[in-house]
T-cell receptor, first 115, second 111 residues
Framework: NAGVTQTPKFRVLKTGQSMTLLCAQDMNHEYMYWYRQDPGMGLRLIHYSVGEGTTAKGEVPDGYNVSRLKKQNFLLGLESAAPSQTSVYFC??????????????FGPGTRLTVL | GQQVMQIPQYQHVQEGEDFTTYCNSSTTLSNIQWYKQRPGGHPVFLIQLVKSGEVKKQKRLTFQFGEAKKNSSLHITATQTTDVGTYFCAGPLSGTYKYIFGTGTRLKVLA
């Protein structure tokens, strides 16, 4: 099993450009998350999904959109990139259990630079 | 809003010394998770604590969840160079599956 994979690994954008980050998991997990990690600020939740076709906002959703058309994929879109979106982006997934919380499995990350 | 703070932000120790990082939440948590991130890597799950006052051990690592379920700690006994990395705690926003991560403690171990 590949676990959680992210595409691409690195990307450089110019201000105003758009792009989509792809996250895929092969563990049949219900929940998927997008985080950004900036130096000294830990991980901040951008958007998350508790199932196919559903998405919800996290702590820092502005400037991002997401879609979960298939259970195994979670896409993060930047419509008009800004330098403030320079960061490392991590996708994570976890399985669901009745009323329970479970460990999150993280992908390797995407390092995005916006010039 | 809910905040999860960790102290210290950085810690340098000599190999063989002990290390502790503390996690404090502004609100009561239903559970708390701990993750380790090696330099250049991604967070990897270590453990989850659910019960008030719970203590769990993994070899040299001891995890505690406070009685009030608002704080937690991770203690490493006799650190090794393989312990290098950043340790994060994370707790769910009340009634949701949205996790709030602490700011992390970066551990450096000097051989």
């Amino acid at each position: 099993n590949a676990g959680v994979t992210q595409t691409p690994k690195f990307r450089v954008l110019k201000t105003g450009q758009s792009m989509t980050l792809l996250c895929a998991q092969d563990m049949n997990h219900e929940y998927m998350y997008w985080y950004r990690q900036d130096p000294g600020m830990g991980l901040r939740l951008i958007h998350y999904s508790v199932g196919e076709g559903t998405t919800a906002k996290g702590e820092v959703p502005d400037g991002y959109n997401v879609s979960r058309l298939k259970k195994q994929n979670f896409l993060l879109g930047l419509e008009s990139a800004a330098p403030s979106q320079t960061s490392v982006y991590f996708c994570a997934s976890s399985y669901s259990s009745l009323g329970g919380y479970n460990e999150q499995f993280f992908g390797p990350g995407t390092r995005l630079t916006v010039l | 809003g809910q905040q999860v703070m960790q102290i210290p932000q950085y810690q340098h120790v000599q190999e063989g010394e002990d290390f502790t990082t503390y996690c404090n939440s502004s609100t009561t948590l239903s559970n708390i998770q701990w993750y380790k991130q090696r330099p250049g890597g991604h967070p990897v799950f270590l453990i989850q604590l659910v019960k008030s006052g719970e203590v769990k051990k993994q070899k040299r690592l001891t995890f505690q969840f406070g009685e009030a379920k608002k704080n937690s700690s991770l203690h490493i006994t006799a650190t090794q160079t393989t312990d290098v990395g950043t340790y994060f705690c994370a707790g769910p926003l009340s009634g949701t599956y949205k996790y709030i991560f602490g700011t992390g403690t970066r551990l450096k171990v000097l051989a």
